[in-house]
Every structure is written in C-alpha cells, then in structure tokens.
C-alpha cells in the first residue's frame, strides 16, 4: 500500500500556472506509475496524466497536452504536475494515484491507492 497526500492547489486566474506535488510513502516508489486524475463538480473522475516508473514515458489527456507536464522525483518519492495556460474548465478536485505496475495507463482501475485530492480553481 501507498500513502499519497498532493499539495499545490489554490485559486487562480486563467492563463496562470499552478504545480501540484504528491508525496508517497509505503510501497516502493521508484518502481511503480504514477499518475493525476481530476474530477469536476457533477462529472466523472477523468484521466489527466501519467507516467511511468522511470520517468521515461509518459501520457497526457487530449485536453491538457501541450499545457501539463507531469515529471517525477524518485529520489524524492515525489510526482508533480506542473499546469500552464490554465483554463476555468480546468477547474476540479486533483488526485494522485499509485498504479499496481510499473508501467502508466489512463484506466483508473489499474491504481491502487489515492490521495485526498488538492482543489483547483481557475477564474475567468
């Protein structure tokens, strides 16, 4: 089992930068994907990015890509997710997610574990 807790969160406006941080603890870090997942006021969790043990692969939704960076720090036991061009559609409750393996997937149920979730608040 992994324990996940984000940070990062907060308010801002469109067209500014947040960077979310998720640390872990339990299960070895540096051998498992990580990825973010987000969900919105009255719709479904939904697929951000993710990115795999190394830090060598990653994969991002069509509606963040070329805005979102996710990257890892296993020295650390730390992934971030780095959001630019911020839009209010953006606007939702971020989680950290820990994959069973070692490689990424934009399909929830291959993670295990899952932080508390850091809101994101974009004004226009």
């Known amino acids: 089992q992994v324990q996940l807790v984000e940070s990062g969160g907060g308010l801002v406006q469109a067209g500014g930068s947040l960077r979310l941080s998720c640390t872990a603890s339990?299960?070895?870090?540096?051998?498992?994907?990580m990825g973010w997942f987000r969900q919105a006021p009255g719709k479904e969790r939904e697929f951000v990015a993710t990115?795999?043990?190394?830090?060598?692969?990653?994969l991002y939704a069509d509606s963040v890509k070329g805005r979102f960076t996710i990257s890892r720090d296993n020295a650390k036991n730390t992934v971030y997710l780095q959001m630019n061009s911020l839009k209010p559609e953006d606007t939702a409750v971020y989680y950290c997610?820990?994959?069973?393996?070692?490689?990424?997937?934009?399909?929830?149920?291959?993670?295990?574990?899952w932080g508390q979730g850091t809101q994101v608040t974009v004004s226009s």
């Open positions: 990115i795999n043990w190394s830090g060598g692969s990653t």
């Open positions: 339990g299960r070895t870090f540096s051998s498992i994907a």
């Open positions: 997610a820990a994959n069973r393996g070692p490689g990424g997937s934009d399909y929830p149920d291959y993670y295990d574990d």
